[in-house]
């Protein structure tokens, strides 16, 4: 069942953005949607929400019905206490598609958020027009555990009692860390406005567990898409990397995954392309979804 709710807050390019929820049995999904024609679905990673897409919602919806959701345990969405691989937050995002009509659609994916899109694609390739990955890596793809996100590997093995400790209260100086230290200058990376928004929304019960419960299925999503990978997809992909950041590494691994791959290295950005290369990115985004 779908539910609509208030608009989504005002921004550049709010006007006609609606703020609903899902119910869809275990989960119940918040997303953002505007626009109509060829739906195109936004997964967010993490340190971020389905806010993060907010100018490209207004770019894409010009010409597309555009869906971003709160990923399963982020955002305004509900936070169950397991389904933190990325097969099943996959699955979410498929029965929220089925539940809003949407048989075939493309599909961009950012951070965590990428791995959610290719999951989605690999178990439903027939439901995926085009398939778009942002700035990050395939956990179980390719010599994975040298990428450049690795030089960050303690907060992968961050969860459990203590680290939940920690954090409670100190939302924003841990995130502090990633979007600044990712980020190709700290000065221009994720706003002031958008860092406030996106803290209180992982100061949330539970929402802090459920971010670092992404990181402990890693070792799941290692062997998930490794199977995965057996079998090329076959759709248009595009991976946008950052110099700053990914580099060529993740073009690398959509070469072992999909047959067709153009890659773009998006020059002087860090982690946070949205944030920090809108210009170059969401002009990018529009016309790999045009074509």
Request: charged fraction near 20%; aromatic fraction near 12%.
């Amino acid at each position: 069942m779908v539910a609509e709710a208030n608009a989504e807050g005002s921004f550049p390019g709010a006007e006609g953005i609606e703020s609903q929820f899902a119910d869809l049995g275990e989960v119940r999904l918040h997303y953002l949607t505007a626009g109509s024609g060829d739906p195109i679905l936004l997964l967010h990673g993490y340190a971020q929400t389905s806010h993060m897409w907010r100018p490209l919602i207004a770019e894409l919806a010009k010409t597309h019905r555009v869906v971003a959701p709160d990923l399963r345990g982020f955002g305004a969405s509900s936070k169950p206490e397991s389904g933190y691989d990325k097969k099943t937050m996959a699955q979410d995002v498929r029965a929220l598609a089925s539940a809003l009509g949407i048989d075939r659609a493309g599909v961009v994916g950012h951070d965590i958020g990428l791995m959610v899109a290719y999951a989605y694609a690999a178990q439903y390739p027939e439901a995926v027009t085009r398939i778009a990955l942002m700035d990050a890596f395939l956990p179980g793809v390719g010599d994975w555990t040298h990428v450049w996100l690795m030089r960050d590997l303690w907060h992968f093995h961050f969860y459990g009692k203590t680290p939940l400790a920690l954090v409670e209260g100190r939302e924003r100086i841990y995130f502090e860390h990633f979007w600044n230290d990712f980020a190709a200058d700290p000065s221009h990376s994720v706003s002031e406005a958008d860092r406030q928004i996106y803290a209180a929304a992982y100061a949330q019960p539970g929402g802090m567990k459920a971010g670092f419960e992404v990181f402990r299925a890693f070792e799941q999503d290692a062997s998930d898409f490794a199977a995965f990978a057996e079998t090329k997809l076959a759709m248009p992909m595009l991976v946008l990397t950052a110099e700053k950041a990914s580099g060529e590494f993740l073009i690398a691994q959509g070469r072992l995954v999909a047959e067709h791959v153009e890659g773009v290295v998006v020059e002087g950005s860090g982690h946070w392309l949205m944030d920090e290369a809108p210009a170059q990115v969401i002009p990018r985004l529009a016309a790999f979804f045009a074509a």
